[in-house]
């Protein structure tokens, strides 16, 4: 009989996370500030950040101890299960082996909470109050909001309009844990008034928000912000998810050829990836690790690696990165998660430097992906899920018509409760494809370039 589910016992949780700054060949290319162009300093990011996390930001340790409170904490959930499709490789007639790491057993549905409890944890070891955040389809929303209700902070959480409509149950369970939830753009900062003096009916998006959320944290010497993906130390934290798959595949015997991800900015990937590119880097392993991002949202497959700002005023630091330009509104797909203009800097520099790819897939084909989980793993995968899926099923077809019996890792972010609306328009045959054409790209990346002159 084949081994269905792998559990860890809490005993064998992770106590460090990994990061993989340690073993790059390549660092990245330091952030600037906005205004100066200058490489930033610690003060620089102080008004936004806990000095921990500053220091894990710019850290170039291997591991770092995940305090005892985090650890308790993700007891709740953690570890979480390593589970062998054996259902989808039948239905596929696959040689293939198929694992996926399931991170939906979270209280809020997804990875976040590994990043949201260490988050709120250090803000309070440093005697912060109040924190300010985005969301965009309310994953990140709803992951911080748990968190800070259990350590006691105050959360304001400005949410991208659109999914503000389309999601409101979201709303509620941010609610539920005491946040305080705005529809962004809002009128209740400069950023939000000066995008909708230019567009009354501005649909939002991750950009936007993030600059609302930014400027009150600046303006409020008590209010601290917090950010859901992207930054070093939001994908460090999540490294805990490859660590645990690591030990976990273990026990099977087997060892992945590849290890596929979705990709927003970058953290759910980085979780998955890293602790397997550490076996890379340092033992001559090879595996291939993949970040699958929308074809409306291609800035790794087709965007351009230069400084860009991480939010649409310009307000935040200038990251080296592959982006399609701050002020690219991407399509509105349902995987709301990724929507964002720019990838974090690691993973960046990793893609430039070869040692990670990157391709892209259709929402059309992510959610028929998803339909034919759901139908035989039992599990409704969040839509951005669906992106590693669709090509864990491309590569399983691939190994039926080799004959090689591969051994793929993906890592299952999230399920896709709060997002049965874009199921039911699939269903109903409503779903319409965003590929973005060369010249609306080329058109994103010249004005990016005119507007952001580097010094
Ligand atoms: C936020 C989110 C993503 C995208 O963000 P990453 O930082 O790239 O992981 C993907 N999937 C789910 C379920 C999310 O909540």
Known sequence: MKTKKIYLNEGE??????????DMPNKPLPPLHPVTQQPLGPEDLAPLFPMELIKQEVSTERYIEIPEAVQELYRIYRPTPLIR????????????????????????????????????????????????????????????????????????????????????????LM?????????????????????LGQTPDSPGSLGIAISEAVEVAMKNENIKYSLGSVLNHVLMHQTIIGQEALKQLEMTGDFPDMVIAPFGGGSNFAGIAFPFLHLNLTQGKKVECIAVEPTSCP?????????????????????????LGHDFVPPSIHAGGLRYHGAGVIVSQLLKDGLISARSVKQSECFAAGMLF???????????????????????KKAKETG???????????????????????????????ELTDAEIEYALESLEKSIQMK
């Open 13 to 22: 949780m992770p106590t460090h996370y990994y990061n993989i700054m340690a």
């Open 374 to 396: 759901a139908q035989t793993e039992g599990i409704l995968p969040a839509p951005e899920a669906n992106h590693a899926i669709a090509t864990v099923i491309a590569e399983a």
């Open 175 to 195: 609610n539920t844990f005491g946040a305080e939830v705005i529809a962004s753009p809002s009128n209740l900062t400069d950023s939000g008034r000066q995008i």
């Open 404 to 434: 090689e019996a591969k051994t793929i890792l993906f890592n299952l972010c999230g399920h896709g409760h709060f997002d049965l609306h874009a199921y039911e328009q699939y269903l109903g045959g409503n779903l319409v494809d965003h």
């Open 299 to 323: 800035k790794l497959t087709k965007g351009k690696f230069r400084y860009d700002y991480g939010d649409t005023v310009g307000m935040v630091p200038l990251l080296p990165m592959y982006t």
């Open 85 to 172: 499709a054996t259902a989808l490789e039948k239905a596929l007639g696959t040689p293939a082996k198929i694992y996926y790491k399931y991170e939906g057993v979270s209280p809020t549905g997804s990875h976040k909470p590994n990043t949201a409890i260490p988050q709120a944890y250090y803000n309070k070891m440093e005697g912060v109050t109040k924190l300010t955040t985005e969301t965009g389809a309310g994953q990140w929303g709803c992951a911080l909001s748990f968190a800070c209700q259990h350590f006691g902070i105050d959360l304001q959480v400005y949410m991208v309009k659109l999914s503000y409509q389309q999601k409101p149950y979201r709303k509620v």
